[in-house]
T-cell receptor, first 113, second 113 residues
Framework: DAMVIQNPRYQVTQFGKPVTLSCSQT?????MYWYQQKSSQAPKLLFH???????NEADTPDNFQSRRPNTSFCFLDIRSPGLGDAAMYLC????????????FGPGTRLLVL | DQQVKQNSPSLSVQEGRISILNCDYT??????FLWYKKYPAEGPTFLIS?????DKNEDGRFTVFLNKSAKHLSLHIVPSQPGDSAVYFCAASAPSGTYKYIFGTGTRLKVLA
């Protein structure tokens, strides 16, 4: 089945220690997204790629970076995690045309100690 | 400024009855709307969508209604089942070319057996 895969499902890191979250997709979609979601809140878009074209949200902290080495993979790097960065991180994809559906991976729960 | 609003944080319904989840939006340029279902510790799962050229879309027990003049959409689940208990997010596809989706804050549905 075509899908969006995120690894790991749970990640524990220490305050200030860099961490990388991974996402891969078998849908061959052009657009890949990273969201941050804290409990009882709407998913917050951090950035997205259309192919290799990177689009950062204005309020995404510099602490968050992303890489998309090819169509299938996208990474979220948190350079110096703070306690406030503990959240669910969701990867999603869409084909990139008009009125297209966005599909999510299962998410990575990040805990910062 | 929240462009997509779900004003009911929670809803409880008896099994077998109808569940109605509501969503309001402010931007008349939105042309495609989606509903997602989210279980704890999982990513959102796409449920059903509707284009702005329609006022109703049905898929099994799920029906979405769109009232463009009121900038309001609703998701009807009939009959409701205990397995429908989850958080439901309404989302709107932002105007053409941005590839972004704007999410509401979600409504937690509890279906009582």
């Amino acid at each position: 089945d075509a899908m969006v895969i995120q690894n790991p499902r749970y990640q524990v890191t220490q305050f200030g220690k860099p961490v990388t979250l991974s996402c891969s997709q078998t849908l061959n979609h052009n657009v890949m997204y990273w969201y941050q979601q804290k409990s009882s809140q709407a998913p917050k878009l951090l950035f997205h790629y259309y192919d290799k074209d990177f689009n950062n949200e204005a309020d995404t902290p510099d602490n968050f970076q992303s890489r998309r080495p090819n169509t299938s993979f996208c990474f979220l790097d948190i350079r110096s995690p703070g306690l406030g960065d503990a959240a669910m991180y969701l990867c999603a994809t869409s084909l990139g045309g008009d009125q297209e559906t966005q599909y999510f991976g299962p998410g990575t729960r990040l805990l910062v100690l | 400024d929240q462009q997509v609003k779900q004003n009911s944080p929670s809803l409880s319904v008896q099994e077998g009855r109808i569940s109605i989840l509501n969503c309001d939006y402010t931007n008349s340029m939105f042309d495609y709307f989606l509903w997602y279902k989210k279980y704890p510790a999982e990513g959102p799962t796409f449920l059903i969508s509707i284009s702005s050229i329609k006022d109703k879309n049905e898929d099994g027990r799920f029906t979405v209604f769109l009232n463009k003049s009121a900038k309001h959409l609703s998701l009807h689940i009939v009959p409701s089942q205990p397995g429908d208990s989850a958080v439901y997010f309404c989302a709107a596809s932002a105007p053409s070319g941005t590839y972004k989706y704007i999410f509401g804050t979600g409504t937690r549905l509890k279906v009582l057996a």
